[in-house]
Every structure is written in C-alpha cells, then in structure tokens.
C-alpha cells in the first residue's frame, strides 16, 4: 500500500472520538494530578436569558457559543445547601449531595459530620426556601461531556430550570434503546420565564449522531474512568450560585417540577 495512502487511512481512523484509543484518562490523572485538587473547566450557562454559552477555548479562556456538541460521559445530582447567602469566592455548602440521595453537612458537637436522607429533608421539599416556592437546598446536575477531538471532559452544572428538559430528553433516548454515552449530544439555550415572571437561560438537547461501535467502545471506558473520578470534585463558585431563577412551575400544565434523582 503506498505511504501516503497508509498515512490517508490512519488519519481517517482517528476522526470523531476514536483519538481516545492513544490517550488512557485514568493513567493521566493518576501521573499528572497526583496530590493536586480535581478541577474541570467549566461550561457555563449564563443568567437573564441569554442564549450562548461560556465554553472554555485551546487556551482556558471563555468563548461564547450558540450551541454545542458532545458525547455525556456521565451525569449525576448536585444538591448544596448554604445557610448564608453566596457573596462569591468557593466554598464548601453547609450540606452537600453528590448523589442526591445522601447529603453531608455540618460536624455536630463532637466533629462528626451529619448525615441527612435527602428526600425527606425539610431543607428538600418546595417552599423551604427564604423567598419563593423554591427549595432552600439547591438542586443542580453535572454533566461531564466530551467534544470531538479532545481526550479531556468539561463539566456542564445544569441549573434546576433545565432539569425538565434534560430528563424529557434521557427519556427520549432509553425509549429507542440508547444510553446519553452512546450518542453525540446537541446542546443549546433558550429564553424561558417562570411565573413569577423571571427570565432565565434553559438548556436544550437534541441527538447529533449516534456513535460509531468504536467509538462506543472507548466512549464506555472513559465514562467509569470519569464516574470514579467524579465524587473527587469539589463544588465550586459555579455550583454555589444560588440565583432566583429557580423554575418549581411548569409555565404550560401548572404542574411543580421535580428534581431529576
């Protein structure tokens, strides 16, 4: 076969999400983050209804984008409660969540850290909040995706007004067999008000494509690669943003939205 045409086949073989076959996510965490904080760059979802989003450019630096593709690696609740209003900075919430079943929260008198079923606590439930219907514990999902041609997730915080349309769209997939890894994911934003007449941005999702059975292979691996990794991550000043934004009413049915768990 001649050089050049070998060279053609090599670098068709590479394209979409197979360049993971040279990389080994786990084995790169390990030797290059060893005793250092885990830390994502983030994909913003911007307040007041715009439509674009914050993704982070080659060189860290945000880029404003219309819309988005890439394979969801893995997803899973983010309740943080704050006793005090957020005035900026990072810090840890006073109760945490990573798997929206058990929260952690303050050390009682002997310094041993509290343990709350989420589900029933009243910090949960709608209403509990200071202002509003809203829930005093905050509700959020992460989302860690992958776009073409990278080997390194970024970490989506979805908000709980994109909840609804997040597990509408999951829906959509397990009715025709196929899991949100196995595909690439659209991602977009639109201007929606709640009815207390707040504007915010609510993020959509459409298929893309589906992936290749190559692609899926690798796709997999680094979805428990990142599943592992994922009760490492710190919350952060994008998790702690605790806005009025919160939508608790579906603006159509009047029905209150539950949290995806």
Known sequence: MPK???????????????????ADFGIMMADELDGLDLSFDKIKI????????????????????????AVILYHHP??????TKYTGGNQPPDCGSFDGVTGVGDPDAAGVKQVRACKKCPLNQYESAEEGKGKAC??????????????????LSLPTGSLKEF????????????????????FSLKKATNQGGVVYSQAQFAVDRALSPEERALVEKLSAQVKAFSGNVAFDAVDE?????????????????EALN
Do not use: H, M, W
């Open 167 to 186: 597990t509408n769209y999951l829906k959509r997939l397990l009715s025709k067999g196929k899991k949100s890894n196995s595909v690439v994911t659209r």
């Open 46 to 69: 911007p307040s007041a209804g715009s439509t674009v989003f914050e993704v982070p450019d080659e060189d860290g630096e945000p880029d404003s984008v219309k819309e988005f593709s």
């Open 4 to 22: 050049n045409r070998k060279n053609a086949l090599q670098t068709q073989e590479k394209t979409g999400f197979l360049a993971l076959a040279d």
């Open 78 to 83: 983010l309740f943080c409660f704050y006793k």
């Open 241 to 257: 943003e605790r806005l009025t934004v919160d939508v608790v009413v579906d603006e159509e049915t009047g029905e209150v939205i």
């Open 138 to 155: 905050k509700n959020r999902r992460r989302i860690y995706v992958l776009r073409e041609g990278e080997v390194f997730p970024l970490l």
